[in-house]
C-alpha cells in the first residue's frame, strides 16, 4: 500500500532559507511642490541681481510744464548654495542579504542586482527631494543642528529678515481654521490681486481644513474629493512649513535660484571596483539653490520666526 506524505508549504520567518522577494516596499517621503507654486530663476552659478522699479505718484492735473515725479530703480542680489547628494552600497552587504542569489558568481564579478538598483536610486532621488522641501522653508546658515538645514537660508529666514504683514498665529484646529484664514485674507493688501493669490499652508491645517469643510458638506465628506480652495484662493500644501504656519501672497514673490532644474535627479552612478578599487557602488548629484523673498510688505505671514 503507497504511503502518503503531508508538507506544510508554509516557511517559518526565522529559516535561515527562504525565498528572496520580488517586490520591494517604500517609505513615503514628503516632497516640495511643483515649481507652478513659486518663481523659478535658471541659469544661475553665482551671483545675480533681480531689478526693480517703483514710481510715486504720477497722474496729475494737466500743464503746460512738464513736473515728473522721479521713478526710484533698485535691485536685490541673489546668490547659490552650492549643494551635493551622495550615498553608496556595499558589495560586501549585498553579499550577505537576500539579493546573494541573484547576484552574478564570481567574488570579482558586477555585484549589482539591476531589480534593486533600480529601486535604491528611486529611493534615494525620493529622500532628496523630501530634504529640499523642508530645506527651501527651514534652511538657516546661522543655525547649529549639523544637518543639511545649515547649508542655506530657507524662505522662513529671508521673510523673518523682511516686513511681511504678520497675522497673529495660534494653534490652528478644526473649529478654527476658517475663522483664521479668513484673518489673513482681510489683512492682505487690496492691491493683490486674489485670483494670483495662494495660500501656502503647513499640512496640520491642510488637515483642519479638509476636516471643517467637509463636515459642513456630506458630499466631499464621503463620495468626492475636497477642492483645496478657500473662497476661490489656491491652498498650496508645503511640506517644509512647520506646524500651524500658513502664508497668504503672489506666489511670484518668493524665487527659487538655480542653476539646471532636474540637476537633483541627474545621478551619475560610478562602479567604484573599476576605478578607486574599493567595493561599492555610488551616486551622486550636485545642484546649486538659492531661495528669495520679494515685496515682503505684501505677503502675509501666519508663523512663528524662531521656527527658521
Known sequence: MAKKYKFDLTVDSTALLQANPTE????????????????????????????????????????????????TVSAITVDVCPLMINASVCQFELESSWLADEMAKGSNSDFTVASFMTYFWEQMANKAHEEFAVLMWQGDTAGATSTYLDLCDGWLK?????????????????????????ECLQLLPSEV????????????????????????????????????????IEISVEYGLPDNTMILADRNNFICATDLEGDMDSL?????????????IGARADYKCGFYITNSEQIVFYGDCTAS
Open 24 to 71: 520591494f516596499y517604500s517609505r513615503l517621503f514628503g516632497m516640495e511642490n511643483a515649481s507652478s507654486n513659486y518663481r523659478m530663476l535658471t541659469g544661475i552659478k553665482n551671483k545675480t541681481k533681480i531689478a526693480n522699479v517703483l514710481f510715486d505718484e504720477i497722474t496729475q492735473d494737466s500743464a503746460c510744464d512738464f513736473s515728473a515725479t522721479d521713478a
Open 158 to 182: 529671508r521673510l523673518c529678515g523682511l516686513t511681511p504683514i504678520r497675522a497673529t498665529q495660534t494653534t490652528v484646529t478644526t473649529a478654527n481654521v476658517i475663522a483664521e484664514m479668513g
Open 193 to 232: 490681486q486674489r485670483s494670483v493669490a495662494q495660500f501656502k499652508v503647513s499640512q496640520n491645517i491642510a488637515d483642519a481644513y479638509r476636516i471643517a469643510t467637509a463636515s459642513t458638506n456630506t458630499i466631499t465628506n464621503v463620495t468626492e474629493e475636497l477642492a483645496l480652495t478657500y473662497l476661490g
Open 268 to 280: 551619475d552612478i560610478v562602479d567604484f571596483s573599476k576605478t578607486t578599487l574599493d567595493r561599492r
